[in-house]
């Protein structure tokens, strides 16, 4: 199943949330269509410490079309 970018983004900030910890978060800032590894999204998160501040960013993860299933660059890479 191919998705939207409005089913991406839920998909992402739903992984947000799965990863918030009481010491940090992650904030989505934008999901585009990967420009090098086909068949996945581009998602990008700011980390944000308990108190809203960065702390990183941005990170960038890649978010399976098809699956849904979100990995880092570096895991796709080592594939």
């Known amino acids: 199943m191919k998705h939207t970018h409005d089913s ?3 998909i992402a ?5 799965k990863n918030k910890t009481e010491y940090y978060s992650l904030e989505f800032i934008s999901a585009k269509p990967s420009t090098f590894a086909t068949g996945y999204w581009d998602v990008g998160f700011s980390i944000k410490d308990s108190e809203g501040n960065e702390l990183d960013g941005p990170q960038l993860l890649a978010l399976n079309d098809n699956t849904g299933a979100i990995k880092a660059i570096e895991e796709l890479i080592n594939d």
């Open 13 to 17: 900030i739903e992984y947000a949330e």
């Open 8 to 10: 991406i983004r839920a």
